[in-house]
């Protein structure tokens, strides 16, 4: 039974750049979110999706950034026009039940974005 | 007011020391917790859930507290292993505290 799986787990980037971040969940998880860390900071919320909804996405950033969970395939986190600051781990994780009474949620190995 | 908050850190006790890290949380509507650990800013890891009752699992103690909106991990006789950040988080849309980081020294 794999894990969360993400990739790529590292990717560079150029200024200006689109970044693609796939996470494909836990088997039998449709619950996914998205989290951001940058250097020497905690984990930021950015997005919370079930399958082909968007559930809560108040920690995205308002432009250059989106995020999809399609009924088939991974959930994608799409940076556009990247800039120096969007370097940092994004991780992904899921969960088999969402909500106040969510289940426990278990991460990928996150994928490092370096923009150069 | 965050969502969920914690002790700030950093920990710094000797190996066999008991620590205790505590967590606020301001969605009262929330029904499940956990605590993670995070190593080297690696991936978390789901170290415990806790429960209304209360939760042990050999040297680490969980507790919830409604009245007060609070979640407490309690490490006993520490291990140079246990040096890890530790988060804590609620349900919901799964908001993490921003972590205290816990350092075991021989």
């Known amino acids: 039974n794999a894990g969360v799986m993400q990739n790529p787990r590292h990717l560079v980037r150029r200024r200006g750049q689109e970044a693609r971040l796939r996470c494909s969940p836990m088997k039998g998880h449709s619950h996914v979110y998205w989290y951001r860390q940058l250097p020497e900071e905690g984990l930021k919320f950015m997005v919370y999706l079930q399958k082909e909804n968007i559930i809560d996405e108040s920690g995205m950033p308002k432009e250059r950034f989106s995020a999809e969970f399609p009924k088939e395939g991974p959930s994608i986190l799409r940076i556009q026009q990247v800039v120096r600051g969007d370097s940092a781990a994004y991780f992904c994780?899921?969960?088999?039940?969402?909500?106040?009474?969510?289940?426990?949620?278990?991460f990928g190995q996150g994928t490092r974005l370096t923009v150069v | 007011r965050k969502e969920v908050e914690q002790d700030p850190g950093p920990f710094n006790v000797p190996e066999g020391a008991t620590v205790a890290f505590n967590c606020t949380y301001s969605n009262s509507a929330s029904q499940s917790f956990f605590w993670y650990r995070q190593d080297c800013r690696k991936e978390p890891k789901l170290l415990m859930s806790v429960y209304s009752s209360g939760n042990e699992d050999g040297r680490f103690t969980a507790q919830l507290n409604r009245a007060s909106q609070y979640i407490s991990l309690l490490i006993r006789d520490s291990k140079l292993s246990d040096s890890a950040t530790y988060l804590c988080?609620?349900?919901?849309?799964?908001?993490f505290g921003q972590g205290t980081e816990l350092s075991v020294k021989p």
């Open positions: 994780a899921s969960s088999a039940t969402g909500g106040i009474d969510s289940t426990e949620a278990f």
């Open positions: 988080v609620g349900g919901g849309k799964l908001i």
